[in-house]
């Protein structure tokens, strides 16, 4: 069961660990073994991990440090990954559990143990807000924060923007489906600023609005956030973000406004603030309930393409491009890389949504890709989903686009069947 500690931060070596079973098993990730014991563990978010390995070893590169914070670590695989591979000076582990301390512990101790000469790490067990508060009042500011909550983490937002340096980074979570999906508009206000309505990328509606809710806190303190890297994982589902905190307000407020989807036409916009009173489709649509309207949230580029070369470069120099998982992490951040195209608009758009308009099957996403190309307009894959694009090509153009193929397609098997019977 879980018990929040509300006693004041224990140093770990006051900590008396429960006993505990012995750890369920030692398994291993990127080749470092560890326990979960009786601890939260799940396998599937590997990759998060990964991305958040590789972007704090690109920080303690050049900024040639790196305390860490773990507020919700679980069996502390996290931490070890951080002192471990990105070489952090020091990582803070902290989970509410009380009864995970010992695995978190031996876990750590294999970078070594704590002692008087090495205080490399230390164990708390206490609810991370109070955690990252008490950092913030003692001025105990860290480089790193990563926060891996359940549900949803805007309740940690603006406590972790207290208690991470300016130019420092924050890495968070929410395993918040339902609300992206515009399920639940009044949840996503409370908890995000945003009123976000049922919209066909969904998933990256999520993204968006957990970067804008943080963009929201920040502006409370005078400062602003810049996302490093925006992953969705459909396990969970999961949406992690990496955030720069940076001092200063948004340098870009169209960055964080609105967006419409027309069901009628299939083509979405942003509307800035002062254009909100406006608001319509190109299509001139007066259809009573054709518009979807959400936000406000990140409308701005999800990743820093320049950051995420840094972490692919960095994943080849540590050889993890040699076996399937590696593989699959390289092709995730070059698909990231396309997706960073400043042409891309915000929003991907289904191939199933345009093969219904257009009433015909869907080509292959890669000879659509193609035809896009040649006809000048910027497209790519969408990370978040694999029967998506994203293009600045509207709606009618890729309707029309499947319909040539289409037709190309036919007259080949036309002219084809023509030479079989001769
Ligand atoms: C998703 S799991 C963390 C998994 C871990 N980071 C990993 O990668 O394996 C969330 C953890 O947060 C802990 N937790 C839940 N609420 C908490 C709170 N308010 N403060 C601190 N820890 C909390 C849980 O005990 C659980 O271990």
Not at 68 to 96: Q, T, W
Not at 134 to 162: H, K, N, Q, T, V
């Amino acid at each position: 069961m879980l018990s929040l500690s509300l006693k004041p931060l224990t140093p770990f070596t006051s900590i008396k660990p429960k006993p505990s079973n012995p750890p369920k098993c030692c398994i291993s990730e990127r080749g470092l073994s560890f326990d979960i014991g009786d601890t939260f563990f799940r396998y599937e978010s590997a990759t998060g991990r990964d991305l958040g390995v590789l972007a704090a070893a690109i920080y303690k590169k050049s900024h040639n440090a790196l305390r860490v914070l773990d507020a919700m670590c679980g069996c502390g695989i996290r931490s070890l990954r951080y002192l471990a591979e990105a070489d952090a000076d020091f990582v803070m582990a902290n989970d509410a559990n009380e009864e995970y301390g010992s695995v978190i512990m031996g876990n750590l101790e294999r970078v070594g143990k704590r002692s008087e000469e090495n205080k490399r790490w230390v164990v708390t067990h206490s609810d991370a807000n109070r955690v990252l508060t008490e950092c913030y009042l003692r001025r105990d500011y860290f480089d790193f924060i990563d926060i891996d909550s359940f549900g949803s983490d805007s309740s940690f937002l603006r406590s972790a923007m207290g208690a991470v340096k300016l130019d420092g980074l924050l890495y968070v979570t929410s395993t918040d489906g339902y609300t992206s999906g515009g399920h639940r508009p009044q949840h996503s206000l409370a908890a995000y600023g945003a009123y976000v309505r049922p919209m066909p990328y969904s998933n990256e509606i999520g993204l968006r609005m957990l970067i804008g809710g943080a963009v929201r806190e920040a502006s409370v303190l005078g400062y602003h956030v810049i996302p490093l890297f925006s992953y969705y994982s459909y396990h969970g589902p999961v949406f992690r973000v990496m955030l720069r905190v940076m001092r200063g307000k948004l340098p870009n407020n169209s960055h964080y406004s609105f967006i419409s989807y027309c069901i009628r036409c299939g083509n979405s916009h942003t509307i800035s603030w002062d254009k909100l009173s406006q608001i319509g489709c190109s299509c001139n649509a007066n259809v009573p309930g054709s518009l979807v309207v959400s936000g406000p949230l990140w409308t701005g580029p999800l990743h820093s393409a320049p950051f995420l070369t840094e972490m692919l470069d960095l994943a080849e120099q540590w050889g993890w491009a040699g076996n399937d998982t590696g593989k699959q992490l390289e092709k995730l951040m070059k698909q990231m890389i396309d997706e960073s195209d400043p042409e891309l608009p915000f929003g991907y758009i289904k191939l199933d949504e345009v093969a219904s308009r257009a009433k015909l099957n869907s080509p292959p996403l890669g000879t659509i890709l193609s035809t896009l190309h040649k006809e000048g307009y910027a497209a790519s894959r969408s990370h978040i989903a694999s029967n998506a694009i994203k293009t600045n090509c509207p709606m009618a153009d890729c309707v029309r686009i499947v319909k040539e193929l289409q037709q190309c397609s036919a007259n080949e098997n036309e002219k084809y069947q023509q030479v079989v019977e001769a």
